[in-house]
Structures are given as structure tokens and as C-alpha cells.
């Protein structure tokens, strides 16, 4: 099977699809691994490692989605990377359809195999595929938030941490899955006084386990308010269902919080639950200030430590990389109930409960 890796395209990403170890590995199985030119400079592959590992270079990006029977990316396509499908063709890679129906669509009418890594479920529920990068997201929230709160960021002059004089720093964690809990250790590493929020009961008890030192509440609107409140740094780490009116944190929750306080929203590509992040920014343009507050709200935060995302996210990728070019799309799927929950459309023909409903 030919596998295509194509260059991502959005603002400052400089993850890959595959990084050469994993392209030996495919063309070790016996198959072609064609990467665009380039893709892997950003992360720190260079494309003679790729050619060194048996991986052909195309020249650009038509010529690589053209040529793969199976696209493997880390991001979504975008509107101009659907013109250059191949009908027929497979995609295996982040897609976050509920907020694109147009990519969707373009699935559909080419023909196509999607697969989707955040959709990719184990028995117990877990999600393999985006636990990677809901690790990083978490962990680099709070380092971000912490340099936004640093004058030289044009904040306030808060150091996240505890020390004798200014006492510890509140952060408050929306959402305690696994980028919340990744969140949490970070600032509990810092010293600072961390509150998570979390829904689910049973989840609450596994985080008061695991974080004793931080204070594991239900998204009670009174205790959500008060953590805020108290908090110079909120992560949000939550979603609401998609048109909700409903928000953890609203915007007079906002609005009572320090001036120059931060929230980093690492929900921004999905429906958060933060009232106040009313766009999505970019790392060019990462921050606006809306309430008094500094929002960041870039989709794509794992983007910015490139080198190690894309390591571990191939960890978790590439044992059903391989399964799809070893034994073909269908009967990878057919062998593989996690990866079945990753289907969204089979030869343009809807898989997914959703998928369907877009395409009526």
C-alpha cells in the first residue's frame, strides 16, 4: 500500500503524520510511504531522514494526496486541501466534522474512507488517539498561562507558583479527563492552589486518588464562581453540547475575575464552556482580552512543542497504521472495534450516526 504524509498547512503547525522510524517501519512491512517535501523540517525530520528510511519526496501537495492510497495527517483538512482528494481514497487523521459540515461533504462526494484519531474507542471507553495530545494540550496550558501572566507578555506580574510573601496562585481546572488532569500536575508542580471541576462522580473519585494535594469539586455554579473568582489562571479542558446556552463559566464569572487574570481555552476547536471565548485565535495572534481578561483560545496548542507531539502521538498511531497497510482498510476496520469507532464514512457511504445526519 502507498502511504501519503502530506505538510500541514494551519498557523505555526509543525507537527508530521509520521516521522521517519515509522516510515521504515511501513516500507520494512513492504509498503511505499511518499512524504511532501518538507513536512518534517518543523518537528526536526528533515526529508533525507525520510529518504534514509526508504520514504519517497514529493515535491508538493497535490502531488503527494494524489498519489496515497491512505493520507495519514495530523490536522483537519482544511477547505483547500479538500480540492487536492483522491477519489476514493482513505484519510486517517484528526477531523473534528462536528464543526466542519464541509469536510463532511468533501468525504462524501469523493468517495472516501475517513477515519478519525479522536473518534479511535477502546472497550472502556478511552480514547487512544487523542489522549496524546489532550496530555500536551493540558501541560502546555498551564505553561502558557503561566507566561501570560509574566510582564513581559503584558500581564500582571504573576508568578504561578507559592512563595513566602505572595502566598500560592489560584488555577482553576474546567474538566478533569485527561487534559485537565495533565493541567492539574502541572500547576500542582508549581506550588499553586488548583481546584478541578469534573462532572462525573466516578471520575471525581479516580482524581482524588491521583491529585491529592489539589481540590477535585463538581461543577457546582456557586463553587465554580468562587474558584474563578479566586483563580489568576483558568483552564478550560470542558465542552458543552454543540448550540447550548449553557456555560461552566460565564461571563460574569468573567467579569469578577482580577484584571489581567488568564483563561486558556484548550477546547477552542470544539464548543467550550467558557461564555467569554467568542472566537478562536492563533499562535500568530494568540490572545484577546475580553472582560478585563486575557483569552487564549489557539486550537492547535500541541503544535507549538511539534517535535515531542508528534512523537507521541506516532506511539499511539502507528500500531493501526500499520494494521490498515498490512491487511487494507476493511479489514482493519472489520478486525478492529476501536478502530470501527473511528469510521466516519466508508467509500462515501456514512459510517458514523452523525455523518449520516449531516448528509441527509
Given at each position: 500500500?502507498?502511504?501519503?504524509?502530506?505538510?500541514?498547512?494551519?498557523?505555526?503547525?509543525?507537527?508530521?503524520?509520521?516521522?521517519?522510524?515509522?516510515?521504515?517501519?511501513?516500507?520494512?512491512?513492504?509498503?511505499?510511504?511518499?512524504?511532501?517535501?518538507?513536512?518534517?523540517?518543523?518537528?526536526?525530520?528533515?526529508?533525507?531522514?525520510?529518504?534514509?528510511?526508504?520514504?519517497?519526496?514529493?515535491?508538493?501537495?497535490?502531488?503527494?494526496?494524489?498519489?496515497?492510497?491512505?493520507?495519514?495527517?495530523?490536522?483537519?483538512?482544511?477547505?483547500?486541501?479538500?480540492?487536492?482528494?483522491?477519489?476514493?481514497?482513505?484519510?486517517?487523521?484528526?477531523?473534528?466534522?462536528?464543526?466542519?459540515?464541509?469536510?463532511?461533504?468533501?468525504?462524501?462526494?469523493?468517495?472516501?474512507?475517513?477515519?478519525?484519531?479522536?473518534?479511535?474507542?477502546?472497550?472502556?471507553?478511552?480514547?487512544?488517539?487523542?489522549?496524546?495530545?489532550?496530555?500536551?494540550?493540558?501541560?502546555?496550558?498551564?505553561?502558557?498561562?503561566?507566561?501570560?501572566?509574566?510582564?513581559?507578555?503584558?500581564?500582571?506580574?504573576?508568578?504561578?507558583?507559592?512563595?513566602?510573601?505572595?502566598?500560592?496562585?489560584?488555577?482553576?481546572?474546567?474538566?478533569?479527563?485527561?487534559?485537565?488532569?495533565?493541567?492539574?500536575?502541572?500547576?500542582?508542580?508549581?506550588?499553586?492552589?488548583?481546584?478541578?471541576?469534573?462532572?462525573?462522580?466516578?471520575?471525581?473519585?479516580?482524581?482524588?486518588?491521583l491529585l491529592p494535594d489539589a481540590s477535585?469539586?463538581?461543577?457546582?455554579?456557586?463553587?465554580?464562581?468562587?474558584?474563578?473568582?479566586d483563580a489568576w489562571l483558568v483552564v478550560?479542558?470542558?465542552?458543552?453540547?454543540?448550540?447550548?446556552?449553557?456555560?461552566?463559566?460565564?461571563?460574569?464569572?468573567?467579569?469578577?475575575?482580577?484584571?489581567?487574570?488568564?483563561?486558556?481555552?484548550?477546547?477552542?476547536?470544539?464548543?467550550?464552556?467558557?461564555?467569554?471565548?467568542?472566537?478562536?485565535?492563533?499562535?500568530?495572534?494568540?490572545?484577546?482580552?475580553?472582560?478585563?481578561?486575557?483569552?487564549?483560545?489557539?486550537?492547535?496548542?500541541?503544535?507549538?512543542?511539534?517535535?515531542?507531539?508528534?512523537?507521541?502521538?506516532e506511539d499511539a498511531t502507528l500500531p493501526?497504521?500499520?494494521?490498515?497497510?498490512?491487511?487494507?482498510?476493511?479489514?482493519?476496520?472489520?478486525?478492529?472495534?476501536?478502530?470501527?469507532?473511528?469510521?466516519?464514512?466508508?467509500?462515501?457511504?456514512?459510517?458514523?450516526?452523525?455523518?449520516?445526519?449531516?448528509?441527509?
Open positions: 500500500m502507498r502511504i501519503a504524509v502530506p505538510r500541514e498547512v494551519q498557523d505555526q503547525e509543525s507537527r508530521v503524520g509520521m516521522t521517519p522510524n515509522g516510515a521504515r517501519k511501513l516500507v520494512e512491512a513492504g509498503h511505499e510511504v511518499l512524504v511532501q517535501a518538507g513536512a518534517g523540517a518543523g518537528a526536526g525530520f528533515p526529508d533525507d531522514q525520510y529518504r534514509d528510511a526508504g520514504a519517497a519526496i514529493a515535491p508538493d501537495a497535490a502531488g503527494t494526496w494524489a498519489e496515497g492510497e491512505v493520507v495519514i495527517k495530523v490536522k483537519q483538512p482544511t477547505e483547500e486541501e479538500c480540492e487536492l482528494f483522491r477519489d476514493g481514497g482513505a484519510f486517517f487523521g484528526y477531523t473534528h466534522t462536528e464543526t466542519r459540515p464541509w469536510l463532511t461533504a468533501a468525504f462524501l462526494d469523493r468517495g472516501m474512507t475517513a477515519i478519525s484519531f479522536e473518534r479511535v474507542r477502546l472497550d472502556d471507553g478511552s480514547l487512544p488517539l487523542l489522549a496524546p495530545m489532550s496530555r500536551i494540550a493540558g501541560h502546555m496550558s498551564v505553561v502558557i498561562g503561566a507566561r501570560l501572566l509574566q510582564t513581559v507578555e503584558d500581564g500582571p506580574g504573576v508568578l504561578v507558583g507559592n512563595v513566602p510573601g505572595a502566598g500560592p496562585t489560584g488555577v482553576a481546572i474546567i474538566g478533569g479527563g485527561v487534559a485537565g488532569e495533565s493541567a492539574a500536575r502541572v500547576a500542582l508542580a508549581l506550588n499553586a492552589k488548583v481546584t478541578v471541576f469534573e462532572l462525573r462522580e466516578e471520575r471525581r473519585a479516580e482524581l482524588a486518588a477535585i469539586e463538581a461543577p457546582d455554579e456557586a463553587l465554580v464562581a468562587d474558584a474563578v473568582s478550560n479542558c470542558a465542552t458543552v453540547p454543540e448550540g447550548s446556552e449553557i456555560h461552566v463559566v460565564t461571563r460574569e464569572m468573567v467579569r469578577a475575575m482580577r484584571d489581567g487574570a488568564a483563561i486558556v481555552d484548550v477546547t477552542a476547536d470544539l464548543q467550550g464552556a467558557i461564555e467569554t471565548s467568542v472566537r478562536k485565535t492563533s499562535h500568530s495572534a494568540p490572545t484577546f482580552v475580553e472582560e478585563g481578561v486575557i483569552h487564549y483560545v489557539v486550537p492547535n496548542i500541541p503544535g507549538v512543542v511539534p517535535r515531542t507531539s508528534t512523537l507521541s502521538l493501526y497504521t500499520l494494521a490498515i497497510a498490512d491487511g487494507g482498510v476493511d479489514r482493519a476496520i472489520e478486525s478492529d472495534a476501536a478502530l470501527m469507532a473511528g469510521v466516519l464514512c466508508l467509500r462515501g457511504e456514512p459510517v458514523a450516526a452523525d455523518i449520516a445526519e449531516q448528509a441527509r
